[in-house]
């Protein structure tokens, strides 16, 4: 039996790398991760510019008192004449600074009268001016390989004038979920039966992460159906997440099913609660993770032990997103042997500052608290959590992105 963290290390040091990419537009970019490089082809500002509204004048012709005749107005978009000894160019935010000049003056510290400018006072010379290649230079690195592009990184690359960018082709996903009681939502239920939330659940994972869920199957709890269902799943796909069947009962035929496919196992069982029956293996390449069946345990090992498998798969360069330290409400006690995640929401206290207060109900089954909680906090095996002990916490914002 694993570790989690020596699990959570594993998974993402044996997967494999993604190949495939494509080019694509801009506009299609935020959630994609770059396959190469992005170096800058301009300076940025691409010219001297101003940062106010006012009037370009040579400093030194700055006198108390005396107004400097106008010689034009220039927008920005537009090409400014050079600026003559003595005189002043009425300019806009952004628009290019006339060759000559070197200071600008905000319009609220001049006055137009009769054609000329009077100013009041200029601070410094060279105010007010962005200059050439201040912000980027041409040539630098602007997103190493491994970018997830998101809103801010797309108006980087645009600012560049770059329209297409090469990214790695989106991860393919198959999710199986298995079980003779299943029903999907929409159908009539019987009364033994459960309707299948964990398909639609680890569906929305999914494509929350940016990857693509090529199919869903459900499977009866048979051996040649799920065999079936796997092999239909790995000719599709590039990853197989299966749910159910992962623990020691009459039917968990999960185990068996991939041994006969060829299946070699990476690891099965993890110290971790909830999640102690998750296995991995892999078929032909292909990883297979298989969560348990309880809801509450899939989710979180989703969001601890997938997530960061399908970031390395999409190429991500940050495969595992930060975890915290926030002072936990309440006395907990780590006990047995495994390490446990317990769904918290992370609130201000009385005092501001964030702290974690972890939900009543924590069975694996439940998903009532999984719907409220804004992460997990980790409470280690065998230790003692007072009132205000900091946990390491697992934001759901960044684990699940
Ligand atoms: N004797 C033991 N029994 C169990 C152990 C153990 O170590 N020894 N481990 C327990 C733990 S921990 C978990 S977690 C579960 C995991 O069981 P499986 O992965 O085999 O999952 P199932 O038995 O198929 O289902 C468990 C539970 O979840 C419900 N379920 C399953 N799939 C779905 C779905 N798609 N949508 C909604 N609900 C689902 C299922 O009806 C069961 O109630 O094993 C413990 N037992
Ligand atoms: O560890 Mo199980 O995964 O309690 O739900």
Same mark, same amino acid.
């Given at each position: 039996? &694993? ?11 044996? /997967? ?16 994609r991760v770059?396959?190469?490089p ?16 006012g009037? /370009?004048?040579?400093h ?5 008192g ?7 107005? *220039?927008?920005?978009g ?16 952004? $628009?290019m600074?006339?060759e ?5 003056v ?13 100013i ?28 997830f ?20 082709? !989106? ?15 929409g ?8 309707f299948?939330? %964990?398909a ?9 992460? %940016? ?5 869903v ?10 065999? *079936?269902?796997?092999?239909?799943? &790995? ?24 041994? $006969?496919?060829?299946?070699s ?5 993890v110290?971790?609660?909830?999640? !102690?029956?998750v296995?991995?293996?892999y ?16 989710? $979180? ?10 970031r390395?798969?999409?190429g991500?360069? %940050? ?45 694996a089954? $439940?998903?009532?608290s999984m719907a409220?909680?804004?992460g997990? /906090?980790?409470?280690?095996?065998g230790?003692?959590? *007072? ?6 916490y ?5 684990? &699940?992105?």
């Amino acid at each position: 039996m &694993l570790t989690f963290d020596d699990a959570q290390q594993r998974l993402v040091h044996d /997967a494999p790398s993604p190949t495939r990419t494509e080019l694509i537009s801009i506009y299609g970019a935020a959630g994609r991760v770059l396959a190469e490089p992005i170096h800058a082809v301009l300076d940025l500002p691409a010219a001297d510019n101003s940062a106010m509204d006012g009037y /370009a004048i040579r400093h030194a012709d700055f006198q108390a008192g005396q107004a400097l005749p106008v010689q034009e107005h *220039c927008f920005a978009g537009e090409t400014p004449a050079p600026l003559a000894q003595g005189r002043a160019t009425r300019l806009f935010t952004g $628009s290019m600074i006339p060759e000559g000049a070197d200071t600008v003056v905000m319009q609220e510290h001049a006055r137009e009268i009769d054609g000329g400018v009077e100013i009041d006072a200029v601070h410094c010379a060279g105010q007010h001016i962005r200059r050439r290649g201040e912000d980027i230079r041409e040539g630098q690195l602007l997103l190493p390989a491994g970018t997830f592009v998101q809103p801010a990184q797309i108006g980087l690359i645009a600012a560049q004038g770059i329209e297409q960018v090469r990214v790695f082709a !989106k991860l393919e996903v198959g999710i199986l979920t298995s079980g003779d009681e299943l029903v999907e939502a929409g159908n009539v239920r019987a009364p033994q039966q459960v309707f299948n939330s %964990n398909a639609p659940m680890l569906s929305a994972l999914v494509e929350g992460m %940016n990857a693509r869920v090529s199919r869903v199957l459900l499977s009866r709890d048979n051996e040649f159906e799920l065999r *079936c269902a796997f092999s239909q799943l &790995l000719t599709q796909c590039d990853l197989v997440i299966s749910v159910g069947g992962a623990s020691v009962g009459e039917k968990d035929f999960i185990k068996p099913v991939l041994e $006969s496919i060829g299946g070699s196992l990476a690891f099965c069982r993890v110290l971790m609660k909830p999640g !102690k029956p998750v296995f991995a293996s892999y078929v032909a390449g292909k990883p297979v993770i298989c969560l348990p069946g309880n809801p509450g345990a899939a989710f $979180s090992v989703f969001a601890l032990l997938v997530s960061p498998l399908i970031r390395h798969m999409q190429g991500r360069a %940050n495969v595992f997103p930060p975890v915290s330290r926030i002072p936990l409400r309440g006395v907990t006690r780590g006990g047995g042997d495994r390490d446990e995640f317990l769904r918290v929401q992370c609130r201000p206290a009385d005092d501001g500052q964030a702290e974690l207060v972890p939900f009543a109900e924590q069975g694996a089954g $439940s998903v009532s608290s999984m719907a409220c909680a804004s992460g997990l /906090a980790r409470i280690p095996t065998g230790s003692q959590f *007072c009132a205000g002990t900091s946990a390491a916490y697992y934001d759901f914002r960044h684990w &699940l992105e």
